[in-house]
C-alpha cells in the first residue's frame, strides 16, 4: 500500500522576510503621510483652509500702543473657527491701536482686545507708572481744539511744536526798536511721543467699531484739555521756556513717519536729568536760531 508523502516542513525564519518588508513599507508609508501634512499645512493655526491673522510677537501689555515690533502675520485655519471674523488681516491694520488687555506671545489679536483711544481702557486698569524709557520725563503742555489738531491727537500719537515768538525778546539792546516788531514762527521739536491726555475726547470709537459713550456725554465731554508728552529734561526746561514767551502751535505727524519707540535716551548731551542746567534768552537763540532767519 502507497503511502503519500508527509509535507514539507517550512524552513525556519522564511517569513522574517515579509514582516521586515511590511514594517519598511509602513514606515515610507508614515513618511509619506507626514511630509505631504506638513507641505499642505504651511505653519498654520489649526488644518485646512487659511487666512492670514495678525498675533502677538511678543508680549503686549495692558494700555499698550502697538508697533510693527510688536505683531507679525500668522496663517490660521478658517475651519469652522468664527473667532477669525473680527481678526486682522495685515499688521498696518492695528498699528496706533490700544491693547485692553494683556496679550500673551503667539495669541491671535483680534478686534476686541484693542481700542483706538487710551481712554476707552477703564482707569482701574492703569499701570503704576507712565511708559518712560530710560532717561526721560513726562510734562504736561495745555491745548485746545485749534492748537490741538481739534482733538485728534491720541496716546501714542507723535506730534511736532510750532513757536512764533517777536524777536525783541532776544534783543540784547537797550534801545527801542525801529518799525513793527518782527515776529518768526518756528518748529522747534519735533516726534514728541504723547504718553497720556487730559480730559477725554468725544466720540472716540473702539478697535471693533462700536461706540461705548452716549451721544449726551460726548456732546458734554469737550476736546481733551493737555497733552503729556516724552522728553529729557533739557528738552523740557526749553519747553517751559517756550510756553512762557512764544505761542505754540502743534501739528500731528502721520503714522508713516513714527519713530521706533524709544527705549534709552540717545542725547549724549542730556543724558540723565541731572544735565540739565537751565536756559536763557541767548541759548534759546543759539540753540534754535530766531533771530538768525
Not at 142 to 171: C, K, M, N, R
Not at 226 to 239: G, I, R
Request: aromatic letters at 6%.
Amino acid at each position: 500500500m502507497a503511502v503519500a508523502p508527509a509535507a514539507a516542513r517550512p524552513r525556519p525564519g522564511g517569513g522574517r522576510l515579509f514582516i521586515i518588508v511590511g514594517v519598511l513599507l509602513a514606515v515610507v508609508a508614515f513618511g509619506a503621510v507626514f511630509l505631504l501634512s506638513s507641505l499642505g499645512g504651511g505653519g498654520a493655526i489649526g488644518g485646512g483652509p487659511t487666512t492670514s491673522v495678525v498675533i502677538a510677537k511678543q508680549p503686549i501689555p495692558l494700555r499698550h500702543q502697538l508697533t510693527s515690533a510688536d505683531v507679525e502675520i500668522a496663517k490660521a485655519s478658517v475651519n469652522g473657527n468664527a473667532s477669525l471674523g473680527n481678526t486682522y488681516p495685515s499688521a498696518t491694520d492695528v498699528m496706533g491701536l490700544v491693547s485692553e488687555v494683556n496679550i500673551s506671545k503667539g495669541s491671535i489679536i483680534t478686534s476686541d482686545m484693542l481700542a483706538r483711544d487710551l481712554s476707552l481702557v477703564p482707569e482701574g486698569a492703569a499701570p503704576a507708572y507712565l511708559p518712560l524709557a530710560k532717561g526721560y520725563v513726562a510734562m504736561t503742555i495745555p491745548t485746545g481744539e485749534q492748537q490741538g489738531v481739534a482733538g485728534h491727537i491720541s496716546v501714542g500719537d507723535y506730534i511736532t511744536i510750532i513757536a512764533s515768538a517777536t524777536l525783541t525778546i532776544f534783543s540784547t539792546s537797550t534801545g527801542q526798536q525801529q518799525g513793527p516788531a518782527r515776529q518768526v514762527s518756528k518748529t522747534v521739536f519735533t516726534q514728541l511721543r504723547i504718553i497720556g491726555l487730559g480730559p477725554a475726547s468725544s466720540g472716540v470709537q473702539p478697535a471693533a467699531g462700536s461706540s461705548t459713550t452716549t451721544s449726551n456725554s460726548a456732546q458734554s465731554s469737550g476736546v481733551t484739555s493737555s497733552l503729556t508728552v516724552e522728553l529729557t529734561q533739557c528738552d523740557a526746561e526749553y519747553l517751559v521756556w517756550f510756553l512762557a514767551n512764544a505761542t505754540l502751535r502743534y501739528t500731528l505727524e502721520s503714522y508713516k513717519d513714527y519713530g521706533t519707540t524709544p527705549t534709552d535716551n540717545q542725547d549724549t548731551s542730556c543724558a540723565t536729568i541731572q544735565a540739565a542746567g537751565g536756559v536763557t534768552n541767548k541759548q534759546v537763540d543759539a540753540k534754535f536760531h530766531f533771530t538768525s532767519l
